[in-house]
């Protein structure tokens, strides 16, 4: 039993490590990378004025950006029209 549990910890160990290697290889650089929209994006296409609702919209393109659902300004633009949608 012993034996099994070092090769558990040892197991665990390389998974750590490949959680962090990940997180500053593909992660990281992501997160820093500029956002899609801004407030004065969904100002100047949307014709909404400040309120809560931008972060929420902003914080949905980010989610969608960082999964790799959206790639561009456009399609970022596109997903914030299709919440709006969702949402009246």
Do not use: C, W
């Amino acid at each position: 039993k012993r034996g099994e549990a070092g090769e558990s910890l040892e197991a665990f160990g390389h998974f750590l490590k490949k959680i962090v290697e990940t997180y500053f290889s593909d992660l990281k650089p992501q997160m820093a990378a500029p956002r899609f929209i801004t407030g004065q994006d969904l100002i100047e296409h949307f014709n909404l004025s400040p309120s809560k609702l931008f972060g929420k919209l902003i914080d949905k393109v980010e989610e969608a950006r960082l999964n790799g659902e959206i790639k561009t300004k456009k399609e970022a633009l596109e997903l914030v029209a299709g919440l709006l949608r969702v949402r009246s």
